[in-house]
C-alpha cells in the first residue's frame, strides 16, 4: 500500500518500478535524468571528474543489478544518492588510506598534506570543461576543505535539494546531526571565500 | 549576552532546537552586537555563493559507456555468464567432479578388495570358516615370523609359589600401610 502510494507520488519511482517489470525505456529515462547530477554530485566529494564518471558509471550497474530487489519505500532520488554517496566515500576512504600509506612509506611523489595534494587539481582538460572563474574554483576548494560529513551533509542539501530526513537516512545520523554539520559546512564555506565577501565580489 | 554565547545559540538555532526564549534574547543580541550580526549576514552569503560553482558535463561518451556495459551486465545476468558466476560455476563443477573421482575409486575398491580385506571380510561376515578364508589365514601366519598358535596352545599356567608370594606382597603392603596411620 505504502509502496503504491510513493510510485504515484515519485515519478522515478514507478519508473524503476517499471523496469523492474522489464521496461527497459524506464531505466533509459532514468539514465537521462540522474546522470549529469549524480556526476556533479561526485565530482563535489572526490574532486576528480574523471574518477567522477567512472564512480557514476558505478552507481548505474548497481542501481541496474539491484532492480530485483528495488522497493520504492523512499523516494528513488534519496535512494539513489545514497548508493552515490556509499561509492564515493568508499572511494576517498581509498584514497585517503593510499595517501596515508605513501606519506609514511616515503613512496615518490609524496609531497605530505599540503592544499594541491588534500584538494588535487582536476586537470587541464576538465579544468576547462567545469571552471567558469576564479570564484569558482575557491568555491570548490572551500567545498573540498570541508571535513567529510560536512561536506556529504551541505551538497546534498544544497545543491541536490534532499531534505533533512533524506540526509540523515544516507548518512546515517539524526536530523539534528545534518543540521549541525551543514551549519558547522557553512562557518567553513564562509572562512574559505572571506576575502571575497569582504571585498563584495559574492 | 555574551558572544560566545551567541554563537552556540546561532548553531542550536541552525539544528532548529532552541526554546522561544533563546531565539528572542539570540535576535536581541543579534540587534546589538555588530560582530555577530555581520557573522549572520556573511553565512548566508557563504551559502548563497555555493550557488556559483560550476556544473560539470560528463564527457561524450559517458551514457554510450554506460549503456555498453549495461548491455554487457544484461547479457552475464541471462545467461549466468559473469565473471563472478562464472567462477562460482567451474569451482560447483571441480567439487562435484572430485566427490565422483573419490566414490569411484571407493565404489571399485568394494569391488574389488585385496586379499588381507577378502579374509578379514569373510571372517567377520561370516561365523562357519570356508576353505579359502582357511588358506589364507594359514598363508598369513606361514608368513609371519610370529608363532601365533603355539602362543596361544601354550598358555603359561602361573606357578604355584608365584601365586604365593603375590599374596605375601599383598599383605606386607596392607601392614605397613596400618603402622603407618597414626593411632
Known amino acids: ?202 | 549576552m555574551r558572544c560566545y554565547r551567541a554563537r552556540g545559540l546561532l548553531r542550536r538555532k541552525a539544528a532548529e532546537s532552541l526554546s522561544d526564549s533563546q531565539e528572542r534574547r539570540l535576535e536581541e543580541h543579534l540587534g546589538a552586537c555588530l560582530a555577530c550580526s555581520k557573522l549572520t549576514e556573511e553565512i548566508e552569503r557563504a551559502w548563497a555563493a555555493l550557488g556559483h560553482l560550476p556544473t560539470v558535463e560528463p564527457s561524450a561518451d559517458f551514457l554510450p559507456r554506460l549503456k555498453a556495459r549495461l548491455r554487457e551486465e544484461d547479457t552475464s545476468s541471462r545467461q549466468g555468464t559473469g565473471p563472478v558466476r562464472s567462477w562460482r560455476w567451474v569451482a560447483v563443477a571441480a567439487c562435484v567432479l572430485l566427490a565422483a573421482v573419490f566414490a569411484a575409486r571407493f565404489e571399485t575398491g568394494r569391488q574389488n578388495p585385496s586379499p588381507e580385506e577378502r579374509t578379514a571380510v569373510s571372517a567377520r561376515d561370516s561365523n562357519v570358516p570356508d576353505e579359502q578364508f582357511l588358506q589364507d589365514l594359514e598363508e598369513i601366519l606361514q608368513q609371519s615370523d610370529v608363532d601365533f598358535l603355539s602362543a596361544y596352545d601354550v598358555w603359561p599356567a602361573v606357578p604355584q609359589d608365584a601365586k604365593d608370594r603375590g599374596t605375601r606382597k599383598a599383605g606386607e603392603a596392607d601392614g605397613s600401610k596400618k603402622k603407618e596411620r597414626p593411632s
Not at chain 1, 545534518?178 to 559546512?185: C, F, L, Q
Request: with cysteine; charged share 30%; aromatic share 8%.
Open chain 1, 1 to 202: 500500500m505504502a509502496d503504491a502510494i510513493m510510485t504515484q507520488t515519485d515519478q522515478d519511482a514507478a519508473l524503476m518500478v517499471a523496469f523492474q517489470n522489464g521496461d527497459s525505456t524506464a531505466f533509459d529515462q532514468l539514465l537521462d535524468k540522474y546522470h549529469r547530477p549524480i556526476v556533479n554530485f561526485i565530482y563535489r566529494i572526490v574532486n576528480n571528474s574523471g574518477e567522477a564518471e567512472e564512480l557514476a558509471q558505478e552507481v548505474f550497474l548497481r542501481v541496474f543489478r539491484a532492480r530485483q530487489g528495488y522497493e520504492p519505500k523512499a523516494r528513488f532520488a534519496a535512494w539513489i544518492y545514497r548508493i552515490a554517496t556509499n561509492v564515493s566515500l568508499k572511494e576517498a576512504g581509498r584514497k585517503r588510506r593510499m595517501r596515508f600509506w605513501n606519506h609514511n612509506h616515503g613512496s615518490e611523489g609524496a609531497p605530505g598534506l599540503d592544499l594541491q595534494e588534500v584538494i588535487p587539481d582536476p586537470g587541464p582538460d576538465a579544468e576547462r570543461r567545469m571552471i567558469s572563474g576564479e570564484l569558482g574554483r575557491v568555491i570548490r576548494r572551500a567545498i573540498q576543505g570541508l571535513p567529510r560529513n560536512e561536506r556529504v551533509a551541505l551538497v546534498l542539501r544544497r545543491y541536490e535539494e534532499l531534505s533533512y530526513r533524506e540526509i540523515a537516512d544516507i548518512m546515517e545520523c539524526t536530523e539534528a546531526a545534518v543540521k549541525t554539520y551543514i551549519h558547522r559546512g557553512k562557518l567553513h564555506v564562509r572562512e574559505g571565500i572571506l576575502p571575497y565577501l569582504e571585498k563584495g565580489r559574492v
